[in-house]
């Protein structure tokens, strides 16, 4: 008998985090690291919100609440979400969740059976496919393809849908690859959805990047087409925009008060409910006039290096890097270098297991962490079903320039290292 459920081998992980325990291992040895790997901003939160949640606790204002969250913070979400994307939301369709994860989860728990069918973005966030496979649903990545700017035609969508389609994912801006959705592409994506799927089909559609945008581009949301109000599930949090990311603040906007209250259940069977005096704060930044000018100075910033980094990227023979218009990613395709290298043919040269375990991207990865003090994260960590044959990087440049300047000119280093890479492989031997 095994101590361990058999579902528990089907659930993935987030590697950003993961790789925290190689990052330790070479701080101990006394190497610098650069941390392009934590899709963090390097903003703190701002202080007339981080004023609120003292002022709160100091209120006492630490118990329990609503499980659906307080209603004054869920009145703040409605009110953003009905002015941001044209809707009229009921307070009463709001859940907040502790950070921007739990949605995920809820929603494959609500919606999703086993052998249902889930489509979700590939390169996307690793935990859709985590739990699409968890709750044996059937995997249906769609490929969001470097040729096609990282995007997607609503024939691309098309193809995919089928009788057991179930919930289908989408997630703009984009992590890793910070792609957006117009509302043209928007417009025929609703279409397909309306013509193609069943009633009962619901749509996914993660923001939590809402407020990261560059070029002057504006967030549109798929639930604000014609007819996908009353299918679409919206998500959206506090992490990203707001610099929160410890304060794990999170929220949906459900179709339904039916499908609600199945999320509040699920709160209320997980965590119980996410603390008041975090919702104050969390309610601070939609009302406080404070918060669009601490917003935008750090939205200026990750847009100053998007555009440093992109050239940079660009000038290192062997990669390519597109141009992304939101969040604070890039995506560099790697393959020129992997060929360079030698990386492509080491991989081919692995015992068939040991293949299996990596890829030619993950190689290179961990050649630049081992080797150059470069923490990224390769292709697979980004959906690794049908990954097969792409040579990417993601880097965070949630970063400061001069740790960015540093960790480009590792890298153009790394690029023509061949005999540390050979090196690498004898002395790191991560797997044999």
Known sequence: MAVQAARIKSLGTENAFKLGEDIAVCLDRGMDVVKFNLGEPDFDTAPHINRKAIEQIEAGNSHYCDPAGILPFRQAIAKHVSKTRGLDIDPDRVVV???????????????????????????????????????????????????????????????????????????????????????????????????????????????????????????????????????????????????????????????????????????????????????????????????????????????????WVVGALNAIPGVTCQNPKGAFYVFPNIAGVCEELGVMSAHRA???????????????????????????????SFGSIGAEGQHFLRLSIATGMDRLEEGVARMRKASVDADGFKEFLDREKLWD
């Open 97 to 307: 969740t502790p950070g921007a994860k739990p949605p995920i989860c809820f929603s494959m728990e609500t919606y999703v059976d086993p052998g249902d069918e889930v489509i979700y973005p590939s390169p996307g966030f690793p935990i859709y496919e985590s739990w699409v496979t968890f709750v044996g649903a059937k995997p249906v990545p769609l490929e969001l393809s470097e040729e096609k700017g990282f995007a997607f035609s609503a024939d691309d969508l098309g193809e995919l849908i089928t009788p057991k389609t179930k919930l289908i994912i989408l997630n703009s801006p984009s992590n890793p690859t910070g792609g957006v959705l117009s509302k043209a592409a928007l417009e025929g994506i609703a279409r397909v959805i309306r013509e193609r799927t069943r009633p009962d089909v619901r749509v996914y559609t993660d923001e939590v990047y809402e407020h990261i945008l560059f070029d002057g581009e504006v967030h549109n949301s798929i639930a604000s087409e014609e007819g996908m109000e009353e299918k679409t599930v919206i998500v959206s949090g506090h992490s990203k925009g707001f610099a929160m990311t410890g304060w794990r603040l999170g929220w949906a906007v459900l179709p339904t008060k039916e499908e609600a209250a199945i999320f509040k259940q699920l709160n209320i069977n997980i965590v119980s409910c996410v603390p008041p005096f975090i919702q104050e704060a969390g309610r601070e930044a939609y009302e406080s006039s404070e918060t669009g000018p601490a917003v935008a100075k750090m939205v200026s910033a990750f847009e100053r290096r998007r555009n």
């Open 350 to 380: 692995m015992p068939a297991g040991a293949a299996a375990r990596t890829s030619p991207s993950a190689m290179f990865q961990m050649f630049l962490l081992y080797s150059h003090g470069v923490a990224t994260l390769d292709r697979n």
